[in-house]
């Protein structure tokens, strides 16, 4: 029981220290007019009622590293599992939540391309910081 309540809260911590990551780089980009110049009206205010959602669910994604994919290679294992979030945000968010249109091309066109690199973001600090964190001193 003991071994699992570790692995619980290593997924899940990574996965928090993952939706930080994603969260600066989204804000930065958006406040140094990246995401306008390229098109895509993200650009959100860094404020704690905005940040806290996104770091919570990022721990929750974070439960997606107790699958066996791609254990030794984390980069990669990062990326693939990074699929998940970004196929919600893209196909359940956007459209039905947020109202932003399929792939939130209401947002601009490369918005899908936005999504999938802020959620690499996610998943590539997860997984390196569950790697870290995970192993035996």
Known sequence: MKK????????????????????VLVWLL???DITAE?????????????LYPR????????????????RRNPVLQGLFLS???????????FPQKAHKGMLGLDLGMLTPLFVLFFNAAWGVTAALWLRYVSREA
């Open 38 to 50: 390229l098109g895509v009206k993200i650009a959100p205010h860094f404020t704690a009622r905005w």
């Open 83 to 93: 699929l998940g979030p970004s196929i919600v945000q893209l196909f359940v968010v």
């Open 55 to 70: 770091v919570v669910w990022g721990g929750i994604w974070g439960v997606l590293f107790l699958l066996p994919f791609f």
């Open 30 to 32: 958006g406040r140094a």
């Open 4 to 23: 699992l309540a570790k692995k619980l809260t290593n997924v899940f911590s990574s996965g928090c220290l993952g939706g930080l990551v994603n969260s």
